[in-house]
């Protein structure tokens, strides 16, 4: 027993000197190190997560419009229509009239009349009284 009383007294004076609390201190020191380390990494991922389902949600939403485009485009009167505006086709036997000044560049005359509320001519093309109204009054 009596080396037992001994052994703890040296370990109870060892406890107790500066050697002791300075690898305490150290080591402290490097869990909260390490802790917070670990932390920034985590929260770095959860920002980049956060910003990874935006961005799909964004996609998805790009995705959805462009297949409804993609749908609205299919139709023979869509695609025709496109054929008639972008690539100044026409069908055989029609004549085109184009009345300039008074719409907004790149804008058909047919979408200029029904802007300003005019009713546009069965044909497609716009009244000419409404061209005569846009020519000087507008």
Known sequence: MGHDSTSDRGFRAFLKTRRFLMVNAALSLFLVWAFVGEWRVNHDLAEEATLKEREA??????NHSMTE????LASADAAEREARLKLNLKLPGEEVV??????EAGEDPVRAA??????????????NAAGWWHYFFK
Not at 69 to 72: G, I, L, M, Q, V
Not at 98 to 103: D, P, Q, T
Not at 121 to 126: I, L, M, R
């Open 57 to 62: 949600a964004s996609l998805e939403e790009e």
């Open 69 to 72: 485009e993609t749908e609205r």
């Open 98 to 103: 184009i009345l300039r000044g008074f719409a």
């Open 114 to 127: 029904v802007r300003s509320g005019d009713t546009p001519a069965p044909s497609g093309v716009v009244a």
